[in-house]
T-cell receptor
C-alpha cells in the first residue's frame, strides 16, 4: 500500500459526459502529479500541484482541468469525454517538488463508451 | 524539455539469468533523480530503485542494480537471478524540480 488513495477505481461513462477523479496523497506529501496511461502505452504527464498551486503542466487537454484543495487532496475533471480518453489515470504524490520518488495510487480506470 | 529514452521495447530473459535494461536521458540540470519503476500486470506502479545524480556510487537493491553514467546520461538497470515475478513493464524515470518524466517502457518477459 503506497498510501495514495484514488477513487473511483473503475468508471464507465458515455461520450460527451463529465467525470471527476479524486486523489488523496500520502500523509505529509505536498506535491501531487496526474498521469494518463492508455492501453499498452507509457505514462503521459498531465499536471502537477504543490501545496495547492499549479506547478507544472504537461500534455493536458483543454477539456481536462485539475485542482489541489487546502487539505491537499486533488481532483482531475474530464469533460466532453471522447472514446480516446479511455485510459488509466494515475495520481502520485511526493513530499516536495524535487526530492525523492513518487508514490503512486492504484489508478482510476476510465472507460468511455 | 527533458526526455527519457528506453530503446528496448521488449526484452526477454531466462529464469535465473541476468538481463540489463537500457535508459538514456537528456537534461541540462546538474541535480536530479533517476528511478526505475516496475508495472506488473496489476498495473500498479512499484518503485524498484532510485539514484541521486550527485552520488557516484551505483544504487543496489537486492537483485537489482544500476549502472549510472552521468556524463553519458545513461542509467541502465541490471536484474540478476531473474525470477518469474520480475515479468513486467519497466519504466525509467527522471525527476528535477520542474517535473518528472517517464520513458516509454520496456516489457520484460521471463522464460521458465
Amino acid at each position: 500500500d503506497s498510501g495514495v488513495t484514488q477513487t473511483p477505481k473503475h468508471l464507465i461513462t458515455a461520450t460527451g459526459q463529465r467525470v471527476t477523479l479524486r486523489c488523496s496523497p500520502r500523509s505529509g506529501d505536498l506535491s501531487v502529479y496526474w498521469y494518463q496511461q492508455s492501453l499498452d502505452q507509457g505514462l503521459q504527464f498531465l499536471i502537477q500541484y504543490y501545496n495547492g498551486e499549479e506547478r507544472a503542466k504537461g500534455n493536458i487537454l483543454e477539456r481536462f482541468s485539475a485542482q489541489q484543495f487546502p487539505d491537499l487532496h486533488s481532483e482531475l475533471n474530464l469533460s466532453s469525454l471522447e472514446l480516446g480518453d479511455s485510459a488509466l489515470y494515475f495520481c502520485a504524490s511526493s513530499v516536495d517538488i524535487y526530492t525523492g520518488e513518487l508514490f503512486f495510487g492504484e489508478g482510476s480506470r476510465l472507460t468511455v463508451l | 524539455a527533458q526526455t527519457v529514452t528506453q530503446s528496448q521495447p521488449e526484452m526477454s530473459v531466462q529464469e535465473a539469468e541476468t538481463v540489463t535494461l537500457s535508459c538514456t536521458y537528456d537534461t541540462s540540470e546538474s541535480d536530479y533523480y533517476l528511478f526505475w519503476y516496475k508495472q506488473p500486470p496489476s498495473r500498479q506502479m512499484i518503485l524498484v530503485i532510485r539514484q541521486e545524480a550527485y552520488k557516484q556510487q551505483n544504487a543496489t537493491e537486492n537483485r537489482f542494480s544500476v549502472n549510472f553514467q552521468k556524463a553519458a546520461k545513461s542509467f541502465s538497470l541490471k536484474i540478476s537471478d531473474s525470477q518469474l515475478g520480475d515479468a513486467a513493464m519497466y519504466f525509467c524515470a527522471y525527476r528535477s524540480a520542474d517535473d518528472m518524466r517517464f520513458g516509454a517502457g520496456t516489457r520484460l518477459t521471463v522464460k521458465p
